[in-house]
């Protein structure tokens, strides 16, 4: 039973460009969040999906964006890349809004 | 929104000891998680926790809802154990996440 998924492991862009991170969820799970962690920092919660909507959002601007496709996996998109963005972001899974599994993370790197 | 605070913020160890770290919540929750983060950055699921207590192996983890807080205990710690532990919690379906406890076992 494949876990969940996340591409790339690694990413580097530079300000102002626009940068896709790819989630694919655990078999069985129909919800989809993200989320955002700063080195040395807990994970923040950036916004949910299901049934293809955003559910829930987390206290980030509209630069950050995404979309649930009908296989339930999910796209992370930000706009206008600043340095801060840098981080490591992580998807999980669940079914509903029960216990959550995370993927690997893409850590993106803005120069 | 919901703060959660975790306590201690650092750990050292000597392997085979016993250890317990705390969360409380400033709010009610009702899903409740504990996570292991390993150096690569991936979290590991530990417990599923809104209520009650449960035990895996060497770890067990307890929640008493009404007074807002729950325990991760480690037993007989070993040096695979080392690395940053995490509580999170949420009342809408998003978790709210501690700024963890790291955990060093020395051998």
């Known amino acids: 039973d494949a876990g969940v998924t996340q591409s790339p492991t690694h990413l580097i862009k530079t300000r102002g460009q626009q940068v896709t991170l790819r989630c694919s969820p655990k078999s069985g799970h129909d919800t989809v969040s993200w989320y955002q962690q700063a080195l040395g920092q807990g994970p923040q919660f950036i916004f949910q999906?299901?049934?293809?909507?955003?559910?829930q959002r987390g206290n980030f601007p509209d630069r950050f964006s995404g979309h649930q496709f009908p296989n339930y996996s999910s796209e992370l998109n930000v706009n206008a890349l600043l340095l801060g963005d840098s981080a490591l972001y992580l998807c999980a899974s669940s079914l509903k809004v029960i216990e959550q599994y995370f993927g690997p993370g893409t850590r993106l790197t803005v120069t | 929104g919901i703060q959660v605070e975790q306590s201690p913020p650092d750990l050292i160890l000597q392997e085979g000891a016993n250890s317990t770290l705390r969360c409380n919540f400033s709010?009610?929750?009702?899903?409740l998680q504990w996570f292991h983060q390993n150096p690569w950055g991936q979290l590991i699921n530990l417990f599923y926790?809104?209520?009650g207590t449960k035990q895996n192996g060497r770890l067990s983890a307890t929640t008493v809802a009404t007074e807002r807080y729950s325990l991760l205990y480690i037993s007989s710690s070993q040096t695979t154990d080392s690395g940053v532990y995490f509580c999170a919690g949420g009342s809408q379906g998003n978790l709210i996440f501690g700024k963890g406890t790291k955990l060093s076992v020395k051998p």
């Open positions: 926790i809104p209520s």
């Open positions: 709010d009610s929750v009702n899903n």
């Open positions: 999906y299901y049934e293809e909507e955003e559910r």
